[in-house]
């Protein structure tokens, strides 16, 4: 049995799935990377290969829901062991309601909330002989609903109350749950579309001060799940807004009103 440490992301191909792949790489860990692009996925395992010459990587290509069992059964058969998980598998469905179906709204969950559910049942035992670590990436939307975000809002509410769920009923046990809760992060989600498809045309212009890099944020992440860490909410935005919605919700709601909404 290697003793490298093993680390399974969903969502692994782009923005902070594929900073996360590196950043583990660099830190050691061997990868089994699940997203649903191959091509994208192979130059994320080349990557980390290069920049860890001791990190084997392995690729599962398929949709989190359906392929996330044999992402860990395939860490357990080639590694032997898993010892952290990262459920960022998700996307955003940014449409006002008008304009958005139920399909919209379904398509928005299953991704968002069940994958991240699929993930916890198939990993959860493995990681509990290993003492691991179960990382839910959520977002700062779960705390607030700007104009136009009410399908992704939604998902990422029931994502943090999934993960503080979690950890309620773990108290004292393994895995560990670290909740994630990113604000503004410079990565593809602005480019996607209601039905998850990556529009690279669409990009949006981001305040220049406010967005982390993916690889800043995959730093922050990896270091409070190493710390077994509860909650990490980042970058400093989306800290002042955490502390708006918990002390004044009436005021952030107001301020939210405001913002225009997504075409």
Request: aromatic content about 8%; overall charge positive; proline content about 5%.
């Amino acid at each position: 049995m290697t003793e490298n440490k093993v680390t399974l992301i969903t969502g692994a191909s782009s923005g902070m799935g594929a900073a996360l792949a590196l950043e583990y790489a660099q830190r050691g860990h061997h990868l089994v990377l699940l997203a649903r692009r191959e091509e994208r996925l192979l130059a994320v395992k080349h990557a980390c290969e290069k920049a860890s010459s001791g990190c084997r990587v392995e690729i599962v290509v398929g949709d989190v829901n359906e392929a996330v069992t044999h992402a860990v059964e395939k860490a357990e058969r080639v590694f032997g062991r898993l010892d952290v998980v990262y459920a960022n598998a998700g996307y955003a469905a940014f449409s006002p309601v008008e304009k958005l179906t139920l399909a919209d709204y379904e398509r928005q969950f299953s991704v968002n909330i069940f994958g991240v559910i699929r993930t916890y049942h198939a990993s959860a035992e493995v990681l509990r002989r290993t003492e691991g670590r179960f990382a839910v990436v959520s977002s700062i939307a779960s705390y607030m609903v700007p104009p136009g975000m009410t399908a992704y809002c939604m998902s990422k509410y029931a994502v943090r109350a999934f993960a503080e769920g979690l950890q309620a009923d773990l108290k004292g046990k393994f895995p560990s749950v670290t909740l994630v809760c990113p604000g503004i992060v410079n990565t593809e989600i602005w480019q996607i579309d209601v039905e998850g498809v990556r529009h690279p045309d669409h990009a949006k212009k981001l305040p220049a001060l406010l967005p982390d890099s993916p690889e800043q944020a995959a730093t922050k992440m990896a270091r409070a799940v190493e710390a077994r860490r509860k909650q990490v909410v980042f970058p400093l935005h989306a800290k002042s807004a955490v502390f708006f919605a918990r002390h004044f919700p009436r005021l952030l709601a107001s301020m939210m009103a405001t913002q225009p909404a997504p075409v």
